[in-house]
């Protein structure tokens, strides 16, 4: 029978305490050793070389994603099963993206976690529900940095005042044209200047034409 | 002598013989008798004592017409020589007086060779002869020479020109007796000579010692000096008539009386005995100056030299005294003593300077000098008073002028000039110089200090001038009245016009000219009050003038009142300066008075007017560029209230009043003349000086005096007083803005603080109230589910009893009691902000927001997968999280879109809905209870929050957060005072559209 080693790397000792009495339960399940801080489940894991690390993600001393990328780093054919409070895809898309096989939340039962252990051994991922893999693709979706069109992000009077500038007129005209006051008018200009990222009026003009803002002139 | 002529008579009666035997008797008679008579005449002119070079011609010329022959000369040789000279001769010869021929040459020469006669047939053939043409036609030749004894002392010769003429011997034989005739002549002459020279050097030699005794003689009876000879009895042996008369006696009565009779005192006589006068002398001459008494009674000084005499035994014989009348001398030296001794005490007395001076130095110098010239005697002594330097320099030509004058008078004429002192003050002085030494020109001077005699000239011609100048300008008048007070004499006339009454002039009545109830009462007064011989003085204001009127008692020589002098001065600019001194104090007074400029301003105005201006205005330069009138006092109460509008605005008008102008070029505008060009409105302005108003380089308005009705002229004086008034208002205005300034950033400050106390207490506030959330949730939630954990864990332990309802599962329950605190933990702060960033964060945020709400949010977010600052993700995580509650509250929509991006410069959000909108009014009024917090936290940051909505148009919030943090201003807070009307600087325009 293959043994599995396994180290325990939990800030709380009455966690390490339960997690310790259900893998116990499992004969082919050997605690290698337990860390109660980053740092130390580095060096630990670096020492003992097991087949599977269980990690809190929260713990002192070193935050989680950062034993994650030392331990791939220093003890590459040790799997890594996260255990966390977290369910935000967001710390999961992280924790798998820095080298973690299985996601654990802590309330999950003691089941899920033998499963996990087992499914690194095996080298398979492993996600406890509700956790899923369409919502984890989901947010990778919209956490993918997407360029937006700027325009958007002007306001209505700031638009009235790109398309008055932009066809000619100056901040005092287009103040006029639109009953506000010449400064305000010049700050709407410097705004739409800002957040389309333009430098002179010659882009903006550029800019307006790009869009259709102005009437093409036949 | 007779021996010889005896000789040349018998050698004659031979030659007589032997011719005649050739020729006929007549002839031979005839020849013996012409030789005869040639050689007595010769005899006779021997005897005569003829002068030899006659006597030789008398013989040659006898000689040639004896023999006939026509050419003959008699050489003589020079004593001492080897040539003879042509003394006498005839026929061709006599051209040749003077020649002169050498021992041995030609015949001449050959005779005076040999001794011997020689005879030449064919002279010009003869081999002896002279070269020459003369000797070309001389043909028989025949020479003698003429002896002294044996020697040769010359030659007689004689010749034919006649060819085939020849000398027989009877011939040569006449010739030699003639050449013995003159060979005697010739000795006796020689005797003749020397018997004269001899004759005549003893006499020059009696007449020499003649003339010697005469002259001792002389010298000893007529000397200078007198001679005294005393014996060894000390009587006097002999003295000259020169010493006589030096002592006033006679010779014969000297003789015999003894030397010391003569001598003046004890002294001269104790000198006398030890001295000149010794019995045995010490030996030498002894000298000595004497004063002798004269026989009558007179004085003689004399210089006697005595030397003892010593006969032919060496034995004393009394003494020679040779005495020499000084007394000239004496009295000449003490002239000249008593002349240097006064010279002495001239120059001792310093009255006058007295000096010696060659061209460039003084060389001595008394007290008097070194004081008129401020120098001292170490000066002079270092040789450091060099005259010419200290001449003032436009005197050096008189300088110059009086050394030629020296060289070629040796005097010059007095002059005057000024020596500069070495305290810098001007000595006036007379000088007189005259030549001690013409080379090197050295001269002596007498300087003369003419300051006292200067300064009485000066002080005279400064009180004539001053007489003059106070008839000619006295700034006001001078008066004599008689009693009646009828003006009688005036002075200062021109001032007429401005003074009392024009009619103020000799001639009138001063109780006519002047209205005892008008302005000028007081002088009437005064004058009444002279009169009765008290002087008084009076004030008097007239027109705009204002006078100071002294009037005093005229009295005659018998100190009787015989009228009145009055003065009058104008003094009104000391009046106006006294004035302007006080309002220019006053000013300064005002400006401490009070911080409130418009007060200040107000009250500067009023001191103006009316002393200095009918009407007195402050006006403030805008921002604009136009004037806005900050203060005006009018010295006409009713105009007051109706600013001078008319004149005022005209002043005052852009671009051409002379307030406007003042004002916008920060140059004084000076306008002493107005009249016609505002029009005969009775309020225009006439006379006006507008100000800038300048403080710390920037102009800020005007201050403006302006004269309408009273007729004033300010002059220049005016201009000053307003400008410095102007710089206190200015002072004033500038510290009244910088007041308002701080004023403002102090109200602003305290707004800012009262918004942060507000803020504080909002924060406070929420924190309690999420506490108190909390606390709730923690009691009545948790509280609660623990609880029903812990009964059911307890009955489950127990047992199960019949019959009762199954209890929920425990394990059910703690999940569920996990769940809760996840989601009280995230709502309090998602731990996801920290760990993974503002990204993940509102990833997450927005799920658990659409779960729980349903409104779906559309999140586009751009360059966002990075950290920010802790700060600034927290604040963009609030900002999207109070948007969405708000949306989800209030828009009334099921979708909102979220921006979120970075660029360079900052992180912005934007969060939009096309729901309900609000009003702004609602917005500042506080409907959101999230929104302040927002700004506070964006404007903590130093960026900007926007919210853009109106009813119905729904709800755009845009909050741009710069990267950087705040500048370091914004933090500092906005103290920065807004500028206010005046010299607000212009943002630079930035919408130049082409």
């Known amino acids: ?218 | 002598m007779n021996a010889v002529r005896a000789d040349g008579a018998k050698r004659n009666g031979r030659a007589g013989r032997s011719t005649a035997g050739g020729r006929d008797e007549a002839a031979t008679l005839r020849q013996r008798n012409e030789l005869l008579t040639a050689l007595h005449e010769t005899t006779v002119a021997l005897m005569d004592r003829q002068a030899l070079p006659e006597l030789l011609q008398t013989i040659i010329t006898r000689a040639a017409a004896l023999l006939d022959v026509p050419h003959g000369y008699i050489f003589l040789v020079a004593p001492g020589q080897r040539t003879m000279a042509v003394h006498a001769a005839v026929g061709l010869y006599r051209e040749r007086v003077g020649w002169t021929v050498a021992y041995g040459e030609g015949l001449a020469g050959r005779i005076w060779q040999s001794g011997q006669p020689l005879t030449v047939p064919d002279y010009s053939r003869w081999p002896g002869r002279l070269p020459g043409p003369a000797y070309a036609d001389l043909h028989a030749l025949a020479g003698v020479p003429l002896l002294s004894g044996d020697e040769v002392v010359g030659v007689l010769g004689l010749s034919y020109s006649e060819r085939g003429r020849r000398f027989d011997d009877e011939q040569v034989a006449i010739l030699g007796q003639f050449a013995r005739l003159a060979s005697l002549a010739l000795e006796h002459a020689r005797l003749h000579a020397r018997a004269e020279r001899e004759l005549a050097e003893r006499r020059q030699a009696e007449a020499e010692l003649h003339r010697s005794e005469e002259r001792y003689r002389r010298l000893v009876e007529t000397a200078h000096e007198g001679i005294w000879l005393i014996d060894t009895e000390q009587r006097t042996a002999y003295v000259n008539q020169r010493m006589a008369a030096l002592l006033g006696c006679t010779p014969a009565a000297l003789t015999g009386a003894s030397p010391f009779a003569f001598l003046d005192d004890e002294h001269e006589v104790d000198a006398a005995r030890n001295g000149w006068l010794a019995r045995r002398p010490p030996g030498g001459v002894t000298q000595r100056d004497v004063r002798f008494r004269r026989g009558d009674g007179g004085t003689l000084w004399a210089f006697v030299s005595a030397s003892p005499l010593y006969d032919d035994r060496e034995q004393f014989a009394g003494t020679l005294a040779m005495v020499t009348d000084i007394t000239a001398r004496r009295q000449a030296e003490d002239v000249l003593r008593q002349s240097e001794s006064r010279f002495r005490r001239l120059l001792a007395s310093n009255i006058i300077g007295i000096i010696t001076a060659d061209t460039e130095r003084v060389l001595e110098a008394n007290d008097a000098y070194l004081t008129m010239v401020g120098c001292t005697r170490a000066d002079l002594e270092a040789g450091r008073i060099r005259w010419r330097a200290l001449t003032a320099p436009e005197y050096h030509h008189l300088d110059d002028r009086a050394i030629a004058q020296l060289q070629t008078d040796g005097v010059c004429t007095p002059f005057e000039k000024e020596y500069l002192r070495t305290d810098g003050s001007r000595m006036p002085v007379l000088i007189g110089l005259a030549v001690q030494e013409a080379a090197p020109l050295t001269a002596i001077g007498f300087v003369l200090d003419l300051s006292a005699r200067r300064q009485a000239e000066e002080a005279l011609r400064k009180s004539e001038a001053a007489v003059d100048l106070l008839a000619r300008q006295m700034p006001g008048m001078a008066w004599l009245t008689d009693t009646d007070l009828r003006i009688t004499d005036t002075l200062g006339a021109e001032r007429r016009s401005t003074w009392v009454n024009e009619q103020f002039a000799d001639g009138c009545l001063l109780t006519d000219l002047i209205d005892p109830a008008g302005p000028g009462a007081p002088l009437l007064a005064a004058h009444r009050q002279a009169l009765r011989g008290k002087s008084a003085s009076c004030d008097l204001p007239i027109a705009d003038q204002r006078y100071c009127a002294r009037v005093e008692p005229l009295r005659d020589s018998r100190q009787r009142i015989v009228g009145c002098v009055g003065a009058a001065v104008d003094v009104t600019a000391q009046v106006r300066r006294a004035e302007a001194q006080r309002l220019l104090a006053e000013t300064g007074a005002l400006l401490a008075d009070s911080l409130d400029y418009q007060t200040t301003l107000h009250n500067i105005a009023r001191l103006a007017v009316p002393a200095f201006a009918d009407w007195c205005a402050i006006d403030a330069l805008d921002e604009r560029g136009k004037v806005r009138r900050l203060a005006m006092v009018h010295a006409q109460p009713a105009s007051a209230e109706t600013p001078a509008a008319g004149a005022g605005d005209e002043l005052a008008r852009a671009g051409a009043g002379p307030i406007a102008l003042a004002a916008q070029t920060g140059c004084t505008q000076y306008l002493p003349a107005l009249d016609g060009a505002t029009g005969a409105t009775p309020d225009a302005a006439t006379s006006v000086i507008a100000v800038p108003l300048v403080a710390r380089g920037r102009a800020l308005g005007a201050l403006a005096f302006v004269v309408s009705n009273s007729g004033r002229r300010y002059n220049h004086d005016d201009v000053a007083l307003v400008e410095g008034l102007a710089q206190r208002a200015a002072i004033a205005v500038d510290n009244a803005l910088l007041y308002a300034a701080e004023q403002r950033a102090r109200a602003e400050a305290e707004a800012a603080r009262r918004r942060l106390q507000a803020l504080s207490r909002k924060l406070v506030d929420i924190q309690e109230a999420e506490r108190r959330a909390l606390a709730r949730e923690l009691h009545d939630d948790f509280g609660q589910a623990l609880t029903g954990l812990k009964l059911s864990v307890e009955l489950r332990e127990r047992g199960p009893e019949p019959g009762a309802t199954p209890l929920a599962d425990p394990l059910a329950q703690i999940n569920e009691l996990i769940g809760r605190v996840r989601g009280l933990s995230l709502n309090l702060r998602p731990a996801a902000l920290d760990d993974l960033g503002l990204l993940p964060a509102l990833l997450s945020f927005c799920k658990r927001y659409t779960a729980q709400t349903g409104v779906r949010v559309a999140l586009h977010h751009s360059a966002v997968e990075r950290r920010f600052a802790r700060d600034l993700e927290t604040t963009a995580f609030r900002i999207v999280q109070e948007a969405l509650t708000n949306v989800a509250r209030h828009a009334g929509v099921a979708d909102v879109t979220v921006w979120l991006w970075s660029n360079q410069d900052a992180l912005g959000v934007q969060v939009a809905d096309t729901g309900v909108g609000f009003a702004k009014r609602a917005l500042a009024a506080g409907a959101s209870s999230g929104l302040p917090g927002m700004r506070e936290r964006v404007a903590l940051l130093g960026g900007t929050l926007t919210i853009d909505s109106a009813p119905g148009r729904g709800t755009r919030l845009l909050a741009e957060l710069p990267l950087l943090g705040p500048p370091a201003e914004r933090i500092a807070g906005s103290a920065q005072p807004a500028p206010d009307r005046v010299g607000r600087p212009k943002p630079p325009r930035t919408d130049g559209v082409t």
């Open chain 1, 1 to 218: 029978m293959m043994v599995t080693a396994i180290v325990l790397a939990d800030d709380h000792h009455f966690i390490r305490h339960g997690l310790r009495a259900v893998l116990a339960a499992e004969p082919d399940f050997l605690i290698a050793g337990e860390a109660a801080d980053g740092i130390a489940a580095v060096a630990l894991v670096e020492r003992t070389r097991p087949a599977v690390l269980i990690l809190d993600l929260l713990m002192p001393g070193l935050n989680g994603l950062e034993v994650l990328r030392q331990v791939r780093r220093r003890s590459p054919h040790t799997r890594t099963v996260v255990l966390s409070m977290h369910m935000d895809d967001a710390y999961v898309v992280q924790a798998l993206r820095n080298g973690a096989l299985g996601y654990v939340v802590k309330d999950a039962s003691a089941t899920e976690l033998v499963q996990a252990v087992r499914a690194a051994v095996r080298g398979e991922r492993y996600l406890s529900p509700p956790l899923s893999e369409r919502d984890l693709e989901a947010y990778i979706t919209a956490a993918t940095d997407a360029p937006f069109d700027r325009y958007e992000t002007l306001t209505n009077r700031e638009r009235e005042v790109l398309q008055l500038t932009a066809e000619g007129c100056t901040s005092a005209e287009a103040a006029a044209r639109l009953s506000i006051s010449p400064r305000t008018a010049e700050g709407h200009r410097a705004n739409v200047m800002r957040k389309l990222g333009l430098q002179s009026q010659a882009e903006l003009i550029r800019f307006a034409l790009e869009r259709e803002l102005l009437p093409v002139k036949s």
